[in-house]
């Protein structure tokens, strides 16, 4: 088996292979080289064309290894478990199937992470819309973006800097694998929005230092207008309930490693309103 310093899970459920082969041009043309780079690509759920599709396009590269996936969870949090318990780098990160690095993400995350000894490194993201009438929810940086880099310690943390708005989201982050393994963090199968959240405030909980990148763009993420957040589809009660059990996990486990919730909380009630005011059972 070969070693890898960093790898890479990608959930994929009937990903647009148009979307998909951007991740994976993103990652063929990494700076760090993708023969050095293990992608684990989890096929969660899928019509059996998009295994066939993905295995093709994947064929020839040793370090990409396909996984397929079908059971009861219909959200990323499974996959990303199952991609993570095959993973060996010393780092591990996330992509989505509709979304991309920048050429020099990882490159740039392993030099500052290993050299400023954090559990966690955090760049910046840009957006795309599906559509105009989709919601821009990603991170905000508060840092001083002139600065290539800015170390947290616990017990000296800016929270307001560092749990602004919707913060939170895996695939702006590197981490070492073995602090996520020893402390046993994972994403909940449970949560049907917000895995992400959990993850992160599981990671803020336990890490001691984390490194933030205030003026590097290492993701490209895609808003796309069918996802769970953006669609406007009519959702039933259970899922409505189902939402605020989500939010209830995720909001406890903050306030228990005493991390602030506010934005969370406004976020997370914005979204549960909205999902009510779709119920079927309104209509």
């Known amino acids: 088996m070969r070693d890898y310093k960093i790898s890479i899970v990608t959930p994929f459920h009937n990903v647009d292979m148009k ?10 043309n990494q700076t ?14 899928s019509d059996d064309k998009y295994m066939n599709a993905v295995m093709e396009l994947v064929k020839g590269y040793d370090s990409i290894e396909v996984y ?41 995350a392993l ?23 989709c919601v821009p929810l990603t991170e905000l940086t508060l840092w001083n973006q002139t600065l290539d880099e800015v170390v947290m310690e616990r017990g000296h943390w ?22 996520l393994v020893r402390e046993g963090i994972q994403f909940d199968d449970d949560i ?17 230092r984390v ?12 808003i ?17 309930v189902n939402y605020a059990r989500g939010f209830n996990k995720v909001f406890s486990l903050g306030m228990h490693y005493e991390i602030p919730m506010d934005t969370v909380m406004m976020i997370w009630s914005y979204y549960i309103m909205l999902c009510m005011m779709r119920s079927e059972e309104r209509r």
């Open 158 to 179: 800016d929270k307001e800097k560092m749990f602004n708005v919707a913060w939170g989201f895996v695939t702006s982050r590197i981490f070492e694998r073995e602090f």
């Open 192 to 208: 049907p929005f917000g895995e992400d959240q959990y993850f992160c405030v599981m990671a803020y909980g336990k890490v001691d």
């Open 211 to 222: 490194c933030y990148l205030p003026n590097f763009i290492g993701y490209h993420y895609f």
């Open 19 to 28: 979307m998909f082969r951007k991740a994976f041009k993103s990652m063929i």
């Open 68 to 108: 397929p996936l079908k059971n009861n969870v219909r959200s990323p949090s499974s996959p990303r478990n199952y991609g993570m318990k095959h993973a060996t780098g010393k780092y591990l990160g996330f992509l989505d199937g509709d979304d991309s690095f920048t050429p020099a993400c990882i490159e740039t």
């Open 111 to 133: 030099k500052h992470i290993e050299a400023t000894n954090s559990q966690m490194v955090v760049f910046r993201r840009e957006y795309e819309l599906e559509d105009p009438n």
């Open 224 to 240: 796309n207008g069918s996802s769970i957040v953006q669609s406007k589809d009519m959702k039933s009660g259970q899922t409505c």
């Open 32 to 45: 760090y080289g993708i023969n050095n780079i293990q992608w684990i690509i989890v096929v969660h759920n």
